[in-house]
């Protein structure tokens, strides 16, 4: 008999190239990689293996069970406990190949909680890899899964009398109860979205502690049928305590029924939904966004710059910041997901952006670095103000970092948003629009010079008078003078010395002084 241990086990079939998929079964509190699924001995006429028996079925499915340190007697703080166990869970699926094709998983009480956290953490990694193993995920099964932090402490309170452990730990559990809680919210969000199969079965019978001297200790259902019920897919009832539920064996009819051949059916089924959707559950996600993060003490600044993008037609609809989230919309979830489809974040730099305590460092700023550095994500920053920029100080600014929005003159203003506007493009991949025109129509002196894309509507008549011609080459200057004071980059800022000259030029010639 193969003995429990940490880590990913192969089962059945795992060998096989040409497997239309992967199935996982991963235990739950006080159990193991194979005593929780196993019923009887090994040998024993009616000894009953469950993911053995699942290979068996499904030959073409690659069937594996996970263990991990799950003790009833020094778990700690659920939540980090539950964290841990998801993120080394995902590297070991990773390093053995698991992601490339449809997945399954059958679990087990905290089990459920351990594939739960590790589909919401991926939300927030930039690790391919791992994004691209939840996103395989087609189906999953949760026995007696305690979904609310309270049912879980619950449900350790009852197995650690049932296997005799001390219970110390259980207060500590119930006073944590709240990162289970915000799970299985994120769970539920990120599910409204990905809609995989889910089927939940609950036990309906208490465990009992043997006594030698006493009849038996009546202790409780561990998982009520409340508790075990996820609120998304179907929930059964099952004639079996916590432990028994998932050992299904013929000679215990009642449970084999119902849990061996309703699970069979449920993953049968799970399979063929998703032949019909592996192009879109494969595919990535398209980075073509724009995403402006930035503080709310900045909002004047991220108006005046988003006002600039929204009037470029090829940009419009690329733009995503925080006011696109729809009332009662869960941005714990929205916010990392449009970060997953951002080709470029444009980052407004300030004291208030970079403040710790401020929620954005952990969901934007944190994963949206990661991404630059694992998956190409372009950053564009500048200062609002002057601030302590280190965090970004690996990426050129794209405005002097000496001159900051809120010491800008309202030309100069208008030249860096139109500047940072011209970046963003060509990050995107779109050319460059003209800021401004390379030089004078070639028309008569007297003729007014092209100015700002307002100002297209300047006549050009060739017999416009040298008094207009000579207000309007001035103005053009102002404006050609303000766009050099910011322009960073050394072909424009020659572009724009030889308007300048041009400009002064042409005053001249019309009598004015430079």
């Given at each position: 008999m193969i003995p429990d241990s940490e880590g990913l086990h192969e089962i059945a079939n795992t060998r096989n190239a040409a497997r239309k998929a992967d199935i996982v079964f991963v235990h739950g509190l006080g159990g193991g990689s194979h005593s929780t699924w196993r019923y009887g001995e090994e040998g024993d006429s009616d000894h009953f293996f469950w993911p053995e028996e699942v290979g068996k079925k499904l030959p073409n499915c690659g069937v594996w069970t996970f263990g991990y340190a799950a003790g009833i007697t020094s778990l700690g703080n659920p939540g980090m406990i539950i964290e841990k166990r998801a993120g080394n869970f995902a590297s070991q699926m990773v390093l053995a190949g698991l992601g490339e094709r449809p997945l399954v998983f059958i679990t087990h009480s905290m089990g459920g909680l351990v594939v739960k956290s590790l589909i919401v953490a991926t939300q927030l990694t930039a690790d391919d890899a791992r994004k691209r193993l939840v996103s395989n995920i087609v189906g999953i099964v949760f026995c007696g899964t305690p979904h609310r932090g309270s049912a879980f402490a619950f449900a350790a309170g009852v197995l650690g009398a049932f296997f005799g452990g001390s219970q110390a730990h259980v207060k500590e559990m119930a006073a944590n109860a709240e990162p289970l809680d915000l799970l299985h919210d994120h769970f539920l969000a990120w599910h409204r979205e990905h809609p995989v199969a889910i089927e939940s079965y609950a036990e309906s019978i208490g465990l009992f502690r043997n006594r030698w001297y006493r009849?038996?200790?009546?202790?409780?259902?561990?998982?009520?049928?409340?508790?075990?019920?996820?609120?998304?897919?179907?929930?059964?009832d099952v004639d079996a305590d916590h432990l028994s539920l998932v050992k299904p064996s013929p000679a215990v009819p009642a449970i084999y029924n119902l849990v061996f051949h309703g699970v069979l059916k449920f993953v049968e089924n799970a399979l063929k939904l998703a032949e019909q959707r592996v192009p879109s559950v494969l595919a990535a996600p398209a980075r073509d966004l724009v995403y402006l993060s930035y503080s709310s003490d900045d909002t004047h600044w991220h108006r005046g710059l988003r006002a600039v993008l929204d009037a470029d037609p090829d940009l419009r609809d690329r733009i995503w910041d925080d006011t696109k989230l729809a009332k009662a919309s869960n941005?714990?979830?929205?916010?990392?997901?449009?970060?997953?489809?951002?080709?470029v974040l444009v980052i407004f730099a300030s004291p208030a952006y970079f403040d710790r305590n401020r929620l954005a460092s952990q969901w934007e700023m944190a994963p949206a670095l990661q991404a630059e550095r694992n998956t190409g994500l372009?950053?564009?920053?500048?200062?609002?103000?002057?601030?302590?920029?280190?965090?970004?100080?690996?990426?050129q600014s794209t405005l002097p970092v000496a001159c900051p929005l809120d010491e800008m003159s309202e030309g100069e203003l208008r030249a860096a948003f139109a500047g940072i506007h011209q970046v963003i493009r060509e990050l995107v991949g779109l050319k460059r629009q003209p800021i401004l025109p390379t030089s004078p129509p070639t028309v008569s002196?007297?003729?007014?010079p092209p100015h700002r894309?307002?100002?297209?509507?300047i006549s050009t008549n060739r017999t416009a008078s040298s008094s207009n011609a000579l207000a309007l080459w001035r103005e053009r200057l102002a404006f050609l003078e303000e766009a050099e004071a910011v322009a960073v980059d050394p072909a424009q800022k020659f572009k724009l010395k030889h308007d300048i000259a041009e400009a002064k030029a042409k005053i001249r010639e019309h009598g004015g002084d430079t």
């Open positions: 009849r038996p200790l009546p202790l409780g259902i561990v998982v009520p049928r409340a508790s075990a019920n996820p609120g998304a897919g179907l929930i059964r941005w714990q979830f929205e916010i990392p997901q449009h970060l997953e489809r951002a080709a372009k950053i564009v920053w500048f200062k609002v103000s002057h601030c302590d920029y280190s965090p970004v100080r690996h990426i002196q007297d003729a007014a894309p307002e100002s297209s509507n």
